[in-house]
């Protein structure tokens, strides 16, 4: 009877043997129906049995082997299936087009600054720039600004630190003017690009941090015909051919001559629209000839040299050759704004 319980068992044992894999198929062949199997051997015990069980003993032997067969084969196919399915379907689809790589784009301002030094260098002027941060002297002392000139009061300009010489941030790029007539002999031929700094509101029209550009040419005998000439020449190289360009008489404290810079309207083309305020004109920066004060304050003899100098703003540059009617657009990084400006 021992015989038959032994049968009992490992025909439990095949019911509840889980098969999940490829793994525990082949654990499960080689225990149930290989050549060497618990049943293989259940077979061979055979010829212990006594001759009045053998029938019966074969016959359950039989039927075990063959349900582990059947369980075996169930099985087999269900793995083969399901690592079919594997192979034809991988995690990663190898056959799709690749996730474009999106480029960013250059910011309108960046564009509009390298578009000024490409046209400057072309002229032969050198790129300067310098410091953010500035003392009172770089700022208005040396540009020949009185003692008391309102733009050195608080409404303009950040104080950092006030002393004998006020730390400050730039009003302005003529800053640049001066550190570069300190440290260098005429010939100079530059632009300097930059960031500055006034107390102002922001707006659509105004900003506390703006860019702008500043121009200096002094040698012996430069002459405003000069500065027009050169303005000219920017301005149709920037804007266009048909570009008109005008003088205003004006005044700032470093020129003498002073003028501000007018160009023809874009929109309407000098007739009269609302960006032009109907004028035909609209203002791009000022310009003049260099004071003799500011020669003699950074050690330059100003009856050797004289010069010109002019300054521009970045932005109100950038907003009318591109039609942008809002200041603050090109500080808020608004992607549907900066991706206009991916193919310039
Ligand atoms: N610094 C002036 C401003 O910020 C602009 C300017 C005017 C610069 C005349 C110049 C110049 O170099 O000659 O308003």
Not at 50 to 62: C, I, L, S
Not at 226 to 236: G, M, V
Not at 284 to 305: H, R
């Amino acid at each position: 009877m021992e015989h038959f319980s032994r049968i009992e068992t490992i025909k439990t044992e095949v019911q509840n043997f889980v098969i999940q894999d490829k793994e525990s198929l082949e654990a499960f062949r080689l225990a149930y129906v290989s050549g060497k199997s618990k049943i293989a051997d259940l077979l061979a015990e055979i010829k212990n049995i006594p001759q009045e069980n053998r029938k019966n003993y074969g016959a359950a032997v039989n039927a075990l082997k063959e349900l582990a067969q059947q369980k075996f084969k169930e099985h087999q196919q269900k793995i083969e299936e399901m690592l079919a399915q594997q192979v034809q379907a991988p995690q990663i689809d190898l056959t799709l087009p690749a996730v474009p790589n999106a480029l960013g784009s250059m910011h309108p301002l960046s564009i509009t600054k390298n578009r000024i030094i490409e046209i400057f260098e072309r002229l032969g002027f050198n790129v300067s720039e310098s410091y953010e941060i500035e003392d009172d002297f770089h700022n208005f002392t040396a540009l020949n600004f009185p003692p008391n000139h309102p733009a050195r009061e608080m409404q303009d300009t950040f104080f950092i630190e006030k002393g004998e010489n006020d730390i400050l941030l730039r009003t302005h790029t003529s800053t640049v003017q001066v550190r570069l007539m300190e440290t260098q002999k005429p010939p100079i031929r530059s632009i300097m690009p930059g960031r500055v700094f006034r107390n102002e509101a922001i707006s659509a029209r105004a900003h506390c941090i703006f860019h702008q550009v500043e121009g200096l040419f002094i040698d012996e005998n430069v002459s405003f015909a000069d500065l027009k000439q050169t303005l000219y020449h920017f301005a149709k190289e920037m804007f266009g051919k048909d570009t008109q360009i005008r003088f205003r008489p004006s005044f700032f404290p470093f020129t003498e001559p002073s003028a501000e810079i007018d160009i023809s309207c874009l929109i309407c083309k000098g007739k009269g629209c609302n960006v032009c305020k109907h004028t035909g004109w609209v203002e791009i920066g000022g310009a003049g000839m260099v004071d003799p004060n500011v020669l003699e304050s950074c050690k330059i003899d100003s009856q050797k040299y004289t010069g010109f100098a002019f300054g521009m703003g970045i932005e109100r540059i950038a907003m009318l050759k591109y039609g942008i009617k809002d200041l603050r657009l090109f500080t808020e990084n608004d992607l549907r704004f900066l991706q206009q400006f991916r193919h310039l």
